[in-house]
T-cell receptor, first 112, second 112 residues
Framework: AQSVTQLGSHVSVSEGALVLLRCNYSSSVPPYLFWYVQYPNQGLQLLLKYTSAATLVKGINGFEAEFKKSETSFHLTKPSAHMSDAAEYFCAVSDRNNDMRFGAGTRLTVKP | DTAVSQTPKYLVTQMGNDKSIKCEQNLGHDTMYWYKQDSKKFLKIMFSYNNKELIINETVPNRFSPKSPDKAHLNLHINSLELGDSAVYFC???????????FGPGTRLTVT
């Protein structure tokens, strides 16, 4: 079965600094990969997705992620953090054989 | 228009009671899900339901039962509530198990 591992349950950055949230996946067949964001007291919202087209995927709010098959990674980045980016971020993987699986989540804190 | 809606948003009840949470999606999706999110933000899939095929996570107690009156609705019924059932429950839908899921706003269940 497929799975994802998010490295770091909590990441803290200063406003304006680079955001890097790490995600590694495991899948026996070509995967679809997703990043979701969850703001306090809300449901999950899709940030971006990889579906076997371009390996560099751009999402909403200035986020992007790069699919690296050789490293089985799909890390999420944003060049300059904003206070409004503070939230919980989830990486997820799906494939034709299994339902979507979510990582444990990474809480992003942005310091002024 | 709200894509995936849940009611109620908050539910406080006593141990031993039976309660239901309703979910509706107006996206025309074929697949719906129920997730449980614990206090550490970990998302656990409970059920997926696709064209009348129910897939149950084997770790879910049989006190939990999904009920789907039609393709747009997947309600969650819980019997004999326990303290450990306290969590936030999310409904989600997707056109197919491979693709991104759209989440409802969540129902915060507190069992006292």
């Amino acid at each position: 079965a497929q799975s994802v591992t998010q490295l770091g349950s909590h990441v803290s950055v200063s406003e304006g600094a680079l955001v890097l949230l790490r995600c590694n996946y495991s899948s026996s067949v070509p995967p679809y990969l997703f990043w979701y964001v969850q703001y306090p007291n809300q449901g999950l919202q899709l940030l971006l997705k990889y579906t076997s087209a371009a390996t560099l995927v751009k999402g909403i709010n200035g986020f992007e992620a790069e699919f690296k098959k050789s490293e089985t990674s799909f890390h999420l980045t944003k060049p300059s953090a904003h206070m409004s980016d503070a939230a919980e971020y989830f990486c997820a993987v799906s494939d034709r054989n299994n339902d979507m699986r979510f990582g444990a989540g990474t809480r992003l804190t942005v310091k002024p | 228009d709200t894509a995936v809606s849940q009611t109620p948003k908050y539910l406080v009840t006593q141990m031993g009671n039976d309660k239901s949470i309703k979910c509706e999606q107006n996206l025309g999706h074929d697949t719906m899900y129920w997730y449980k999110q614990d206090s550490k933000k970990f998302l656990k899939i409970m059920f997926s339901y696709n064209n009348k095929e129910l897939i149950i996570n084997e770790t879910v107690p049989n006190r939990f039962s999904p009920k789907s009156p039609d393709k747009a609705h997947l309600n969650l019924h819980i019997n004999s509530l326990e303290l450990g059932d306290s969590a936030v429950y999310f409904c989600a839908s997707s056109p197919d198990s491979l693709y991104e899921q759209y989440f409802g706003p969540g129902t915060r269940l507190t069992v006292t």
